[in-house]
């Protein structure tokens, strides 16, 4: 793949849930290294479509093709698309009854095939990363919502993917605890990872994203850099911004 | 056997609620493994296949021990089968006990919020690693207490294989009161004998529900 291929690309995706249409014709190109923001009011789509991207959702017209991978092709790989896509959830959702440490390296030895020893390093390297190399033996409910997210990051990080999509993980925290796990990935963007990011933090998106992209009822209604947040074009654009910060 | 109840008589009786014991273990085991293939029947991706093991489970419960009994021992019986009257009362209580399993496994399987299998899914796990890595040590935490309140529904329920002739404690104490004709004794014996076996059980089970309640973790010192 030369650099000039996107490393995703949504191609007129449709998807409906029952009658009500979600996504209406929804493109965007994601390239190795971009970090993109897809903001937009609750029920645009814009979760949606991320969960499309690492196909927890199927779609029913258009095409998404991911790491050279077309998601609608019947012989698509999905253990090894997963491979390639770090994905984090609002709600964290790592695993209660392992610890940190096994939360992080379970995937490693029994997917990647580590030794412990190995899985150990990364699973150590890999908690570092995020700040939380101190907290190893302690389960999740022991946690604070921002460490178990950092923990959830830590967790994707360690599969080495080529692409992380970030589905909305501070919107469960307190400011304080936004801020340390926007720091965590605000590093990850100048590491050069390839992220997609749907958001509710506009001075996140304005300070990190290289591309925003705005949903509106299924629709990419505006996309851009980040200038156009300090821009709109549309009036739907200016009055989300307007009423969301 | 004389006509007063003696050490020999208990000697039997304690003969009969070892059976009771081995009659409950082979339920439960046999029981265990169908009702755990029930339970994932019952959380299948396919429709049909959950309709089908649904309608299973409604049929078993829908229907007494006893005539599971019977059918295991006379109806395989006519069929031509000759069978043992253990294997029969076994084969019963596995199938009765693989219905209630089942269902009480597949509460707790479910119980596992969906975004647990989502996010062990996005790792790249395996179907069969979400299941046995993931759900299954989630589910095992709400599924024990039920499960051993279940055994002692088991061990009670043994006494119907008297019926097909199986010698457990119900029989034993059938048989020497036949002989003795001392309802009232041989039955406290036998009920005390019962007992004896199930208390255990329970107290077991109201243990696990108490450490299942307050035995969170505590935060980590501050």
Not at chain 1, 41 to 44: V, W
Not at chain 1, 132 to 143: F, S, T
Not at chain 1, 169 to 174: F, G, I, K, N
């Given at each position: 793949m030369n650099d000039n291929t996107p490393l995703v690309r949504l191609d007129q995706v449709q998807k409906s849930f029952g009658t009500a249409k979600v996504l209406d014709g929804v493109s965007f190109d994601v390239h190795r290294g971009q970090v993109v923001a897809i903001i937009g009011?609750?029920?645009?789509g814009k979760s949606t479509a991320l969960r499309c991207i690492d196909r927890l959702e199927t779609i029913d017209g258009g095409s998404i093709t991911v790491c050279g991978q077309s998601?609608?092709?019947?012989?698509?790989?999905l253990r090894r698309l997963r491979r390639e896509v770090g994905i984090v959830f609002q709600s964290y959702n790592l695993f209660p009854h392992l610890t940190v440490a096994q939360n992080v390296s379970l995937a490693l030895r029994?997917?990647?095939?580590?030794?412990a020893a190995q899985a150990g390093e990364i699973t150590e390297r890999v908690l570092c990363q995020v700040g939380?190399?101190?907290?190893?033996?302690?389960?999740?409910?022991?946690?604070s919502g921002g460490q178990q997210q950092r923990v959830a990051i830590a967790r994707s990080l360690a599969m080495e993917p080529q692409l992380m999509l970030f589905d909305e993980?501070?919107?469960?925290?307190?400011p304080q605890l936004t801020g340390e796990v926007l720091k965590v990935m605000e590093k990850l963007a100048a590491e050069g990872m390839t992220m997609i990011l749907v958001t509710h933090e506009m001075a996140f998106a304005r300070g990190v994203a290289d591309k925003v992209v705005f949903m509106h009822q299924g629709q990419v209604w505006e996309q851009g850099d980040a200038g156009i947040l300090g821009a709109p074009r549309t009036p739907e654009l200016r009055q989300f911004l307007g009423n969301g910060l | 056997m004389n006509n007063e109840f003696n050490a020999n008589h208990l000697l039997f009786l304690l003969h009969g609620a070892a059976w009771t014991l081995g009659l409950s273990a082979a339920g439960f085991v046999g029981g265990g493994l169908l009702g755990f293939l029930v339970a994932l029947g019952r959380i299948a991706p396919s429709r049909l296949c959950r309709g089908l093991v649904g309608i299973y489970v409604q049929l078993i419960q829908g229907t007494p021990l006893l005539i599971l009994m019977f059918l295991a021992y006379f109806g395989l019986g006519i069929m031509g089968f000759d069978v043992p009257p253990l294997a029969a009362a076994g084969l019963a209580m596995t199938i009765y006990t693989s219905a209630y399993l089942g269902e009480i496994w597949r509460g707790a399987l479910q119980s596992v919020p969906r975004t647990q299998w989502e996010a062990a899914e996005c790792l790249s796990f395996s179907p069969s690693q979400r299941l046995f890595l993931i759900v299954v040590p989630q589910a095992l935490r709400i599924a024990t207490p039920p499960t051993v309140g279940f055994l002692v529904q088991i061990v009670k329920n043994t006494s119907l294989a008297s019926v097909v002739g199986f010698i457990e404690l119900a029989r034993a104490g059938q048989v020497i009161n036949n002989a003795l004709f001392e309802p009232f004794l041989v039955f406290s014996i036998m009920a005390l004998l019962y007992f004896a076996l199930c208390y255990p059980l329970s107290l077991w089970a109201h243990a696990l529900e108490a450490r299942l309640h307050v035995g969170r973790r505590v935060p980590l010192g501050t």
């Open positions: 009011r609750s029920g645009s998601l609608g092709s019947a012989s698509l790989d029994k997917v990647r095939g580590k030794s939380m190399h101190d907290k190893l033996q302690a389960y999740p409910e022991q946690l993980v501070t919107s469960a925290l307190d | -």
